[in-house]
T-cell receptor, first 118, second 111 residues
């Protein structure tokens, strides 16, 4: 089946504009994650969705960032009033439900959206 | 919280063996992942360790010592295509198990 897909692949925007990034997870994966990766840096966790539970938003860097996941499938990450420091690659990943200690499910990553804020 | 440390960059020769180390500090431990990321591409899963010892998978092996907060990824018979960034990730503990990633080790394999 298809892997995780993201759109757009590239987005160039002007400072102050809002942007929406989309993620289509693998069918049947109940867990969905957003990360961002700046040049030469590791993956920075942003937000996590698990089924119908309240999302874990602990990684969102400011209130300009928000995300939703409709129908337990597609997710949209919205960045309002973009700033130059928001420029990064935004990666989405999905997995089967995270289990208890000793159990794991590998994350499958999408190709990412490269965001450039001018 | 947790901290993850990896060397920033390593170089090795085609056909050789290289060991990439990862040390971590975490308030709870729920396993450790290694991912590979080629330039401009998404990370892909390599291995998961939750018990001490060595897990072998083809040319790649991963080792874990929970008491030392230490893991390594061992790559044998290096190929040019192994040039990539290798990311160590440790899931958080508590109510969720979201992997926190290190900055990654950029491996350059030369002829």
């Amino acid at each position: 089946g298809a892997g995780v897909s993201q759109s757009p692949s590239n987005k160039v925007t002007e400072k102050g504009k809002d942007v929406e990034l989309r993620c289509d997870p693998i069918s049947g994966h109940t867990a969905l994650y957003w990360y961002r990766q700046s040049l030469g840096q590791g993956l920075e966790f942003l937000i996590y969705f698990q089924g119908n539970s309240a999302p874990d938003k602990s990684g969102l860097p400011s209130d300009r960032f928000s995300a939703e996941r409709t129908g337990g499938s597609v997710s949209t990450l919205t960045i309002q009033r973009t700033q130059q420091e928001d420029s990064a690659v935004y990666l989405c990943a999905s997995s089967l439900a995270l289990g208890t200690s000793g159990d794991y499910n590998e994350q499958f990553f999408g190709p990412g959206t490269r965001l450039t804020v001018l | 919280g947790q901290n993850i440390d990896q060397p920033t960059e390593m170089t090795a020769t085609e056909g050789a063996i290289v060991q990439i180390n990862c040390t971590y500090q975490t308030s709870g431990f729920n396993g450790l992942f290694w991912y590979q990321q080629h330039a401009g591409e998404a990370p892909t899963f390599l291995s998961y360790n939750v018990l001490d010892g060595l897990e072998e998978k083809g040319r790649f092996s991963s080792f874990l010592s929970r008491s030392k907060g230490y893991s390594y990824l061992l790559l044998k018979e290096l190929q040019m295509k192994d040039s990539a960034s290798y990311l160590c990730a440790v899931p958080t503990s508590g109510g969720s198990y979201i992997p926190t990633f290190g900055r990654g080790t950029s491996l350059i394999v030369h002829p």
